[in-house]
């Protein structure tokens, strides 16, 4: 063998293994790239099942959430029937009226239970938030501007009004000369 020729071999034996570690580096990397590629579509799909789950809990949430409450409702439901198959006689009324007292306060209590409450109303302030004036009479009952009657009484859920009241607003009577 020539000279040049050794060259030329020793440069290609160090060139071959020069590109031995590019080509293995290039390796690695490609199975890195494949191992977060596959890393990215497992987190993708689980990802997709929790927005589906998710989706079906609100809906369940939404079709169901009354449910409790309903069941508790229909516990006093049972009280009012039973209430109203007693024959009413002038011997019996008074036990009546005791029991839809009594009904009436279960029914209250069940609304309680459940964060719904009355928000007292007679004799208050007049407030647009949980009052929508229905009329206005001359009174002295109340102080001007305090509600003086109710046809309705406004409820709240939790810190939220979720039935206005309807009420009369009391006004400066009429002086008479």
Same mark, same amino acid.
């Given at each position: 063998?020539?000279?040049?020729?050794?060259?030329?071999?020793?440069? /290609?034996?160090? /060139?071959?293994?020069?590109?031995?570690? !590019?080509?293995?580096?290039?390796?690695? !990397?490609?199975?890195?790239?494949?191992?977060?590629?596959n890393?990215?579509?497992? +987190?993708?799909?689980?990802?997709?099942?929790?927005?589906? /789950?998710? =989706?079906?809990?609100?809906?369940?949430?939404?079709?169901?959430?009354?449910?409790?409450?309903?069941?508790? =409702? +229909?516990?006093?439901?049972?009280n009012?029937?039973?209430a109203?198959?007693?024959?009413?006689?002038?011997?019996?009324?008074? /036990?009546?009226?005791?029991g =839809?007292?009594?009904?009436?306060?279960?029914l209250?209590?069940v +609304?309680?239970?459940?964060?719904?409450?009355?928000?007292p109303?007679?004799?208050?302030?007049?407030n647009? !938030?949980h009052?929508? !004036? *229905?009329?206005?009479?001359?009174?002295?009952a109340?102080?001007?501007?305090?509600?003086?009657?109710?046809?309705?009484k406004?409820?709240? +859920?939790?810190?939220? *009004? *979720?039935r206005?009241?309807?009420?009369?607003?009391?006004?400066?009577?009429?002086?008479?000369n």
């Amino acid at each position: 063998m020539s000279e040049t020729d050794e060259k030329k071999s020793d440069q /290609n034996e160090a /060139n071959g293994s020069a590109n031995e570690p !590019a080509v293995s580096s290039h390796d690695a !990397a490609q199975e890195e790239a494949a191992k977060w590629k596959n890393e990215y579509l497992y +987190l993708k799909a689980e990802f997709e099942n929790y927005k589906r /789950n998710n =989706i079906k809990e609100r809906s369940d949430l939404l079709k169901f959430g009354a449910e409790r409450v309903a069941r508790d =409702i +229909l516990e006093v439901v049972d009280n009012f029937e039973r209430a109203l198959q007693t024959k009413i006689s002038p011997e019996t009324i008074q /036990n009546f009226k005791v029991g =839809i007292e009594m009904t009436a306060k279960e029914l209250k209590d069940v +609304l309680a239970k459940h964060g719904i409450s009355e928000v007292p109303s007679e004799g208050q302030p007049f407030n647009p !938030a949980h009052h929508e !004036a *229905i009329s206005s009479e001359p009174t002295m009952a109340v102080p001007v501007g305090h509600v003086s009657r109710v046809f309705k009484k406004p409820y709240k +859920l939790h810190d939220k *009004i *979720i039935r206005m009241g309807q009420v009369v607003v009391a006004s400066k009577p009429e002086e008479s000369n």
